[in-house]
């Protein structure tokens, strides 16, 4: 029901876009979210974007290099990372929530997509 494409292998410093692209268009009223699991790690919140796009939340380790964005009219919701660093390397999931406001924890989020592979280079 939701299907995350755009990964791939960069050098340090490039950038990449996700997508996650819902089957459903009742999808685009819940909130969505982006995590990201890098091997031996537990799977970590990277960012969210509300139901209408009027707020976004964001780790750390991203704020500033990450954007996530959505159009609705599209089923889409995209994560635009620039900058980025090895230590971003991970597969990428996109997951989508019943709640009106961002959440960060994966339990809080109903479907996930089956994620997609971003290996940055040094």
């Known amino acids: 029901q939701l299907q995350a494409s755009g990964g791939g292998f960069v050098q340090a410093g490039d950038s990449l876009r996700l997508s996650c692209t819902a089957s459903?268009?009742?999808?685009?009223?819940?909130?969505m979210g982006w995590f990201r699991q890098a091997p031996g790690k537990e799977r970590e919140f990277v960012g969210a974007?509300?139901?209408?796009?009027?707020?976004?939340h964001y780790t750390d380790s991203v704020k500033g290099r990450f954007t996530i964005s959505r159009d609705n009219a599209k089923n889409t919701v995209y994560l635009q990372m620039n900058s980025l660093k090895p230590e971003d390397t991970a597969v990428y999931y996109c997951?989508?929530?019943?709640?009106?406001?961002?959440?960060?924890?994966?339990?809080?989020?109903?479907?996930w997509g089956q994620g997609t592979q971003v290996t940055v280079s040094s």
């Open positions: 997951a989508a929530s019943y709640h009106l406001w961002v959440v960060t924890t994966a339990s809080m989020y109903k479907y």
């Open positions: 974007i509300t139901f209408n796009g009027n707020s976004t």
């Open positions: 459903r268009r009742t999808f685009m009223s819940y909130l």
